[in-house]
């Protein structure tokens, strides 16, 4: 079996150095800017349902249409836009993002705000794998890990300063307020991608078909499904972190923007872990942050009622997130080296998907009446099912079945299937990830493209 080819993106007027900061200045803006959106709704929520009459569960589902947009547009929008250039792109993804968050501000029923959210969250997936290949192809090759790194910055950012500052202004000036500061951010986005990200043009073959066939190697698939499924932990927490800490923690609504900081907080440290961790495994990592997640969600859901180990609790929930999103994200770049744009993008739309189905299942159990500490034991469950998936991904690495025949074993019933792939998560049953070759960059921690 040949390796797959790696895709070429030339600059066509190639900027000074002043000039490539400036461009990776302008697409991390669009990171902050969509990051922003993604995780605002979260502290919003209590006064986007006072104002318009909605119970809380059901505004988790505005937070779920806008992660299903971000699961329809990323593999959508990548494929269908694969031979566009990448600035005319950039600019189209950032400007429609500006206008669906507008009309989530100026939406006047809950079922025009849903609308609004789905809409908004079409560009997202999109955008973040074009940002991070047009980054990639603005410096040298032992710099692109550092060009991506500062393009996923914009993200990290938002969850300490946009978030927070959403949040805020959802509570001084009325919900439509922290839509309005996405808005303000697109604007700004679009002006400065216009001026500062040059033209490029692809070489090396542009195929839509080679990036979609791509995403049916096992590996590839895997890692998506276990995204899919075990962020959806996360999700079903944070998605209705607001209430949680005023009804069950018994803190002030002045303070969730604090906690949201400190959410974002635990993100840039996870993100900062990632590096040296994946230097040494990028499948250790993966399981290990994993396993640590899912005992934080427990941890969540025994003692959510006490403030400060509630405010802990999110603090970590960021921290794993950021740390199991790198490292999925890595094992992606490295089993699909031919099709980044859509693979990049697709890691978006399976956190995302998993944003979607943890908002809903959250919902439904506040809904049935366990309380705000039940979505953390349904994310208890989501995030061992994605352990599982990631567990089985290990093993057939590790066995070779995704390149030859799997030996004929005799049935086996799901007990025994489920054991035989948590056996992969045992620290003794890992083998190291092969060196890198000598001389070579790990880039490995720009690659938080995305928690979303």
Same mark, same amino acid.
């Given at each position: 079996?040949?390796?797959?080819?790696?895709?070429v993106?030339?600059?066509?007027?190639?900027?000074?150095?002043?000039?490539?900061?400036?461009a990776?200045?302008?697409?991390a803006?669009?990171g902050?800017?969509?990051?922003?959106?993604?995780?605002?709704?979260?502290?919003?929520?209590?006064?986007?349902?006072?104002?318009?009459?909605?119970?809380?569960?059901s505004?988790?589902?505005?937070?779920?249409?806008?992660?299903?947009?971000?699961?329809?547009?990323?593999?959508?929008?990548?494929?269908?836009?694969?031979?566009?250039?990448?600035?005319?792109?950039?600019?189209?993804?950032?400007?429609?993002?500006?206008a669906?968050?507008?009309?989530?501000?100026?939406?006047?029923?809950?079922?025009?705000?849903?609308?609004?959210?789905?809409?908004?969250?079409?560009?997202h *997936?999109?955008?973040?794998?074009?940002?991070?290949?047009?980054?990639?192809?603005?410096?040298?090759?032992?710099?692109?890990?550092?060009?991506?790194?500062?393009?996923?910055?914009?993200?990290?950012?938002?969850?300490?300063?946009?978030?927070?500052?959403?949040?805020?202004?959802?509570?001084?000036?009325?919900?439509?307020?922290?839509?309005?500061?996405?808005?303000?951010?697109?604007?700004?986005?679009?002006?400065?991608?216009a001026?500062?990200?040059?033209?490029?043009?692809?070489?090396?073959?542009?195929?839509?078909?080679?990036?979609?066939?791509?995403?049916?190697?096992? +590996?590839?698939?895997?890692?998506?499904?276990?995204?899919?499924?075990g962020?959806?932990?996360?999700?079903?927490?944070?998605?209705?972190?607001?209430?949680?800490l005023?009804?069950?923690?018994?803190?002030?609504?002045?303070?969730?923007?604090?906690?949201l900081?400190?959410?974002?907080?635990?993100?840039?440290?996870?993100?900062?872990?990632?590096?040296?961790?994946?230097?040494?495994?990028?499948?250790?990592t993966?399981?290990?942050? *994993?396993?640590?997640?899912?005992?934080?969600?427990?941890?969540?859901?025994?003692?959510?009622?006490?403030?400060?180990?509630?405010?802990?609790?999110?603090?970590?929930?960021?921290?794993?997130?950021?740390?199991?999103?790198?490292?999925? +994200?890595?094992?992606?770049?490295?089993?699909?080296?031919?099709?980044?744009?859509?693979? /990049?993008?697709?890691?978006?739309?399976?956190?995302?998907?998993?944003?979607?189905?943890?908002?809903?299942?959250?919902? /439904?159990?506040?809904?049935?009446?366990?309380?705000?500490?039940a979505?953390?034991?349904?994310?208890?469950?989501?995030?061992l099912?994605?352990?599982?998936?990631?567990?089985?991904?290990?093993?057939? +690495?590790?066995?070779?079945?995704?390149?030859?025949?799997?030996?004929v074993?005799a049935?086996?019933?799901?007990?025994?299937?489920?054991?035989?792939s948590?056996?992969?998560?045992l620290?003794?049953?890992?083998?190291?990830?092969?060196?890198?070759?000598?001389?070579?960059?790990?880039a490995?921690?720009?690659?938080?493209?995305?928690?979303?």
């Open positions: 079996m040949s390796a797959p080819r790696t895709a993106l030339e600059v066509i007027d190639p900027p000074g150095r002043a000039g490539t900061r400036l990776l200045f302008a697409l803006l669009g902050f800017g969509v990051g922003t959106t993604e995780f605002a709704s979260m502290g919003l929520i209590p006064f986007i349902a006072e104002d318009l009459g909605a119970s809380i569960p505004l988790g589902h505005a937070i779920s249409l806008y992660a299903l947009g971000v699961v329809v547009g990323a593999p959508l929008i990548t494929a269908l836009a694969a031979r566009l250039e990448r600035k005319t792109l950039l600019l189209g993804l950032m400007g429609a993002f500006t669906g968050n507008a009309f989530s501000a100026a939406a006047p029923s809950l079922d025009l705000l849903y609308a609004a959210r789905f809409l908004s969250g079409l560009p *997936g999109a955008y973040f794998g074009v940002a991070a290949v047009v980054a990639s192809s603005l410096v040298p090759r032992e710099r692109r890990g550092t060009a991506v790194a500062r393009v996923a910055l914009g993200l990290t950012v938002a969850n300490i300063v946009g978030v927070p500052l959403a949040a805020a202004l959802g509570g001084a000036l009325g919900w439509r307020a922290g839509y309005g500061l996405v808005v303000v951010i697109g604007v700004l986005t679009v002006a400065a991608l001026v500062w990200v040059p033209r490029t043009r692809s070489e090396g073959g542009v195929s839509v078909a080679r990036e979609v066939r791509a995403l049916g190697r096992p +590996q590839v698939a895997l890692t998506l499904t276990a995204g899919a499924v962020f959806g932990g996360m999700f079903a927490v944070y998605t209705f972190v607001s209430p949680t005023t009804e069950l923690s018994g803190l002030d609504l002045s303070v969730v923007p604090w906690v900081a400190i959410y974002g907080v635990g993100m840039t440290l996870g993100s900062l872990l990632a590096g040296p961790l994946l230097d040494r495994s990028v499948g250790r993966a399981v290990g942050a *994993g396993v640590v997640s899912a005992a934080t969600l427990a941890f969540f859901g025994l003692f959510a009622h006490l403030p400060v180990a509630a405010v802990l609790g999110v603090f970590a929930i960021g921290a794993l997130g950021a740390l199991f999103s790198t490292a999925l +994200q890595m094992r992606l770049l490295r089993e699909a080296k031919d099709a980044p744009s859509l693979t /990049a993008a697709m890691n978006h739309a399976a956190f995302n998907f998993a944003n979607a189905v943890g908002a809903f299942l959250g919902g /439904a159990v506040i809904t049935a009446g366990w309380g705000y500490r979505p953390a034991w349904v994310g208890v469950g989501l995030a099912a994605g352990l599982l998936v990631l567990g089985h991904a290990v093993r057939r +690495q590790r066995e070779g079945t995704d390149a030859t025949p799997a030996p074993r049935p086996a019933g799901w007990t025994s299937r489920a054991l035989g948590l056996v992969v998560l620290p003794e049953a890992l083998t190291p990830e092969p060196a890198a070759p000598r001389g070579a960059r790990p490995t921690t720009g690659l938080l493209l995305g928690a979303s």
